[in-house]
Nanobody, 123 residues
Framework: QAQLVESGGGLAQTGGSLRLSCSVS????????MGWFRQAPGLHREWIAT??????????IYANSVKGRFTISRDNVKNTVYLQMNNLKPEDTAVYYC??????????????WGQGTQVTVSS
């Protein structure tokens, strides 16, 4: 069971940037795909980005809502996954979570979640 700790959230203005981090313990990243999700008030948690764990897969995959603005990356030495968020919009306001998948492709996400980190974008 992974332990996930997200950080880096805060308040940003429209058009601004933030960089989120997710530290993974109890097994690290290994070959597992890593993903970022977010949950806005009153809405379900939604997937936004995946960094796959092995060659042969598309290395990064993004939801259309963040494609071209967000970049996911992983550091297997530091057991940390990042989400660089640029050109932020008010609709990006949400609690952001990371997840370590049960496979390398990101087709099976685990039930392990961290506490999340709040991102608020002002207009």
């Amino acid at each position: 069971q992974a332990q996930l700790v997200e950080s880096g959230g805060g308040l940003a203005q429209t058009g601004g940037s933030l960089r989120l981090s997710c530290s993974v313990s109890r097994g690290g990243l290994g070959n597992a795909a890593m993903g970022w999700f977010r949950q806005a008030p009153g809405l379900h948690r939604e997937w936004i980005a995946t960094a796959t764990g092995m060659s042969g897969y598309e290395p990064t995959i993004y939801a259309n809502s963040v494609k071209g603005r967000f970049t996911i990356s992983r550091d297997n030495v530091k057991n940390t996954v990042y989400l660089q968020m640029n050109n932020l919009k008010p609709e990006d306001t949400a609690v952001y979570y990371c997840n370590r998948a049960r496979d390398a492709s990101g087709s099976r996400w685990s039930d392990d979640w961290g506490q999340g980190t709040q991102v608020t974008v002002s207009s």
